[in-house]
Structure formats: C-alpha cells, structure tokens
C-alpha cells in the first residue's frame, strides 16, 4: 500500500509539475492551477496505464478529487475493488 | 404543434403540469404521469406525421435493444474494444442516415423525426457508459422515459442518464418541490422574457439593419446574430429547464453568463454547457486517452490541440452538413488549441493574468472571437462570396 501511495505521488509530481504535492495532502490543486482538465485526462490515463485501474472520465465529479488525500482515497478504494 | 414556440403548446402545458403540481405537493411518484404527458406531447408535435412517428418508433426499439444486448454482452465478456465500438456506431448510426442519406424533395428524410440529433447523444452515452462500467442495468421505463421527457426532447438540455434515473427514484417532499417549482416558474418567465421580447428584438435589428452588403452591414448583422441566438437558445433551454422541474427533474441549466468569459476555454463551460459538457466528457477526453496510448505524440499540449480540433470539428458537424457549421466547429478548435498553447507557453500572459487590464483586454478579444464564429455560424458568409 505504501509503495502504492508513494508512486501515485511521484505521478501527482509529474503532472503538475510542483512537489508541493507531496507536502499539502489537502492542497486544492485545481484552485492553485496545478491541473487542469488535461491534466486530469493525463492521470486517468497513467493510472489505467502504471496502476492497471480504470476510472472512467464521467465517474467523478472534480470537487472529489481535487486534493492528493481525495485522488489517493479513490485509487485506494478502487486498489481494493480488484 | 411547435414546442415551447407555438401558444397552443403553452396552453397545454399549463393544463398539463397542474396534476403534476397536484402529485408534487402530495408527496407522489410524478414518474408515470409524466411520461403519459410526455406521450402525449410527442402525439401533439408530430401526430400528423405518420412516417415521422413510424421513424421515432422503428428509433427508439433500435436503440433500447442495442443498449440491452450490449450490456449482456459487457456483463458476459468484460470491457472489449472491439465490441464497444461496433455498438457505439450502431447507435449513432440513424443519425448519420438521417444526415448524410438525402431526403427527396417534398419526401421524408431516413429517420427525419423531432429531436433524433438530441436523443442520440443520450443513447450514445448509455452505451458509452456501459462500457466503462457505470451503467449496470438499463432499465426499459427511464429509458424510454429520458428519450422521450417532453420538455427537452426536441432540444435539449443533454441530462445524463444515472442523473435523470436518480430523480426518478427520489420523491422530493413538499418544500423540497414547492421550492423546485418555484425555480421552475422563474426560469419559465425570464426564458419567456428571452425568448419572446429580447431575441426578437435583435432579430428586427438584425433583419432592418444587418441585411446590407457592406462592412458595416456584417458587422451589425454578426453582433445582432450572436445576441439573438443567444437569447433564443438560452430562453429556450430556460423554459426546458423550468418545465422540466415541475414534474420533479432537475434538467441542467445550458447557459450560464457566455459573454463575460475571459477566454474560449471558459466560454464553452458556460455557452450550451451540456452539449459541451458532453463532448468534453465523450469525445474530447476519450480522443484524448486514445492518443496518450499510442505513446506517439510526446507532448501533452500536441494531444490536447489534436483532441480539440477533432472534439469541435465533430460538434460542427453533428449541427449539420452544412459547411458553415464544419467551419464554425474547426474554428473553434483552432481557437481552442491556440489558447492552449498562448496560455502554457506565453510568460507574457503568466505575468500579466491577474492584472485587471489584461483581463479586460482578455474579454474584450474573446467577446469579438465569439461574435466571429457566431457569423461563421449564421451562414451568412455565403452572402459576400
């Protein structure tokens, strides 16, 4: 799980360019303009791709995954639904 | 009858939604009532056109049996590509015969019936989501209910399917409907107001003033046009939403303020939001997706301005074959990518975002970009080749 926890950050990082990510779980990343609709679409795409778990684009609203603690809960509890 | 147009259709509809009132305040299911209402509705709009319902019918079993034999088969095989795409297609299918197939004069177009371009973006999207796991179970009732809900069958507002079958199922209470109700008859006036008094009132603008070959004549008649099919459209999509309330739904509302956007990414969330919204979600992000997944294209700016042209070119098109409207839909897409592009790579534009005049000048050069594409739009360019 930890190492789950730790490669969904380093791709947090990646898409949004600044490790503050790391740092502000609770970090509202689109009012700081860190993702942007691309943005999203590029971590739905990853994690299909490194994770192997599908989220669809109309699954979730944004206002539910608009923090790494909110994205890091749904990739978990999807984890845990396979 | 003409829907929302017509004032025999007003008539009908305030006879009509007072049982619906009646079943609200109660605390009743409006659920059955409604798709009788609805019935009816589609009987009184194209009732003296056999073919058209013959169409409609012939549609609808089209549609609904794709839905049900593709979510066997989701159920039986998984998520499979290849099947996924055949039934999208299938379901898109009467409406490309009704677009590209040539009606014969005076004659009935190939599924030429009131609101197919509408319903197949809700049929589209029951399979869509079929496929990525949303949708269990379709369900014959909200179905055909969504199909067919009278309010926003011929044009829209786009509900979602999960939505829709949500406000189904919840009976709001009293106050809960009273205050629905309440939103409802104002959207019903103010479209009203839209509808009738200001798009008409750009519209004689348009037709005494805009109609000259000249520069000044096409100026007139693009700002005139932009604001008449704005107040039109969105009184309209009022009126739907307002309607749509009474008998407990909570139709999404399409527009929300178009014109003060800073740029064209914020004006296609607040200009026809459901269908952009939907293109958003069904095109541009899956077009997106697919590109990533070539690993061909390094940039994520190069996917997002392929993605967006192919996203808007389609918007185009779905309007019509017409190409005015192609040309409007590539034009938004270019805009699109362009902005894309400005507002990640320009440190001029990072600097200045928040200063108050770049933001004025922001919306000033969007309001005029709107404007074009609403000429380009309008056809009216024919006029000066």
Excluded at chain 2, 205 to 222: A, D, F, N
Excluded at chain 2, 312 to 340: A, D
Excluded at chain 2, 356 to 364: A, G, Q
């Amino acid at each position: 799980m930890e190492e789950m926890e730790k490669k969904l950050l380093d791709l947090l990082t990646e898409i949004c360019e600044d490790d503050v990510v790391k740092e502000e779980p609770d970090l509202n990343l689109v009012e700081e303009g860190l993702i942007d609709s691309l943005g999203y679409i590029q971590l739905l795409f990853e994690l299909e791709d490194r994770f192997g778990i599908v989220i669809a684009p109309t699954e979730y609203k944004r206002e539910e995954m608009d923090t790494p603690a909110k994205i890091l809960e749904i990739v978990k509890r999807k984890a845990d639904a396979k | 009858m003409q829907l929302f147009t017509d004032s025999s259709f007003f008539l009908w509809l305030i006879v009509l939604t007072i049982p619906a009132f009646i079943l609200g305040l109660m605390e009743r299911s409006i659920k059955v009532y409604g798709f009788a209402t609805s019935l009816l509705f589609v009987w009184l709009s194209m009732g003296g056109n056999r073919p058209a319902l013959i169409f409609l019918a012939i549609y609808l079993i089209w549609e609904y049996g794709g839905a049900i034999v593709y979510e066997r088969l989701r159920m039986k095989k998984g998520r499979k590509a290849g099947t996924y795409y055949l039934f999208l297609l299938l379901s898109i299918l009467p409406l490309a015969l009704n677009k590209f197939v040539p009606g014969r004069p005076a004659g009935v177009s190939v599924f030429g019936f009131l609101g197919i371009s509408y319903m197949t973006f809700k049929a589209a999207q029951v399979i869509i989501q079929i496929y990525d796991g949303q949708i269990k179970e379709v369900g014959l009732f909200p179905y055909l209910y969504m199909m067919i809900f009278f309010p926003v069958f011929t044009s829209g507002p786009i509900d979602r399917s999960e939505r829709f079958r949500q406000d189904l199922e919840q009976v709001p209470t009293r106050a809960e409907y009273l205050d629905l109700a309440g939103e409802g008859i104002f959207r019903i006036f103010l479209g009203l107001l839209y509808k009738i008094v200001l798009a008409a009132i750009f519209y004689q603008l348009m037709q005494t003033y805009g109609m000259e070959r000249s520069w000044t004549g096409g100026l007139i008649y693009m700002y005139t046009y932009g604001f008449y099919l704005f107040f039109d459209f969105a009184g309209y999509s009022l009126m739907a939403v307002g309607a749509s309330y009474f008998f407990g739904i909570r139709t999404p509302d399409n527009f929300n303020r178009p014109f003060q956007s800073l740029d064209l990414k914020e004006f296609w969330d607040r200009w026809h939001i459901s269908l952009s919204h939907w293109f958003r979600d069904f095109v541009f992000s899956r077009v997106s997706m697919d590109l990533m997944r070539t690993r061909k294209l390094k940039s994520r700016l190069t996917v997002a301005c392929i993605a967006f042209i192919v996203n808007m070119g389609l918007m185009g098109l779905w309007h019509g074959t017409k190409s005015c409207y192609l040309l409007y839909g590539l034009y938004h897409g270019v805009l699109l990518s362009l902005t894309e592009i400005y507002q990640k790579k320009s440190k001029f534009h990072k600097k200045h975002r928040k200063t108050k005049w770049y933001r004025v000048l922001e919306w000033f050069v969007t309001f005029q970009l709107v404007m074009i594409g609403f000429f380009l739009f309008s056809g009216r360019l024919e006029a000066y080749l």
